[in-house]
């Protein structure tokens, strides 16, 4: 296949990338940082370019037959708010619009598993009806992006799947689930919140096949896929952390209220000096540790034959990269 991705030098992309050209397809990523570009693979094509280019994207899907959208805003805290629905929302339609316009035959929307809300089912599966409690910015307009890929399925035809992963944890994360772990790591975190929280975890390497697989696949259109391989409280993943590393675990832990007024006293300071506010606890951050996500990823094991990694190593290597940079 010749395959156009977005997103493809962030940290799922990079792996997507890795993935996709060790089973010989053609890959031609979309980028608008020419430092991005270094540590992608051999054999990597590029458009200069972002989401909200429309030139650019019809350039980089010419003669493709598959697209993976992979491009959004994934954070607890931005300056500027308007930035998640910008790319989370017009960036996506964009992309689709496109694809559409090109005739690509499949289109991987990996969206998150976070645009399910809180359903009545816990844990919840792909058939679960959302309970529209987006507690989160980035939740909120990742459920818009993922609502109108529906829309343009349903009304014209838009040959889609959706990747829907847990919190993903793997070497050289940069984002939310990498931030805590150094935070752990570096012992910047003086108490632990939200110990009882459950998230679904998964390994970055088992996300990027589940999404290859998925444009691989003939039968995969108009099917969804939770990607996710554990469910840990932070009190579990705390402990698998100091079982790694050695590294001292918070004794104390801050009740949830006083969480909630610590982050809305963080926020308000980030605001003024335009800084990320400290620990990366943001309201946003604190409401989304606060209720956590509990989902079934078996059906992608069933349907892509996905086999889901310990949870563990995802760690392993995450603690390892990060101690060795």
């Known amino acids: 296949m010749k395959i156009f991705i977005t997103g493809g030098t962030g940290f799922i992309g990079r792996y997507v990338v890795e ?23 051999d054999g990597t094509r590029f458009v200069i370019g972002d989401v909200m280019n429309a030139d650019a994207l019809r350039q980089g899907m010419k003669d493709c037959n598959g697209v993976i959208h992979l ?11 308007r930035i998640y629905a910008r790319v989370n929302i017009e960036g996506t339609r964009n992309v689709m619009e496109c694809a559409l316009e090109a005739s690509i035959p499949k289109v991987v929307h990996v969206s998150s598993a976070v645009i399910f809300g809180l359903p009545v089912e816990s844990p919840f599966t792909e058939q679960s009806t959302p309970r529209l409690i987006h507690p989160t910015e980035y939740a909120r307009t990742k459920y818009e992006g993922d609502r109108l890929c529906w829309e343009l399925h349903q009304r014209r035809g838009l040959p889609l799947v959706g990747i829907y992963p847990g919190a993903v944890i793997g070497a050289g994360d940069t984002k939310p689930s990498g931030q805590y772990i150094q935070n752990l790591l570096g012992r910047k975190l003086p108490a632990a919140v939200f110990p009882q929280s459950v998230l679904t975890a998964v390994y970055v390497r088992d996300v990027a ?18 990607v996710g391989a554990e469910q840990l409280s932070f009190a579990d993943i705390n402990h698998m952390v100091h079982e790694i590393s050695g590294v001292a675990i918070p004794k104390m832990t801050l009740p949830g209220p006083m969480v909630m007024a610590t982050a809305a006293l963080l926020t308000g300071i980030a605001a003024a000096v335009k800084k990320p ?28 034959g996905l086999r889901y990694t310990p949870v563990r190593v995802a760690i392993e290597e995450a603690i390892t990269s990060f101690q060795s940079s």
């Open 19 to 41: 993935r996709a050209l060790k089973s010989g397809h053609e890959v031609r990523c979309l980028f608008r940082d020419q430092q991005k570009e270094a540590g992608l693979p």
């Open 71 to 81: 491009a959004n805003v994934y954070s607890f805290w931005e300056s500027d708010r």
């Open 209 to 226: 096949e589940a999404v290859v697989r998925a444009a691989e696949k003939e039968d995969t259109i108009g099917k969804k896929y939770l």
């Open 277 to 304: 506010p400290l620990w990366g606890l943001s309201l946003d951050m604190a409401r989304m540790l606060r209720l956590g996500f509990r989902f079934d990823g078996n059906k992608a094991e069933r349907e892509l």
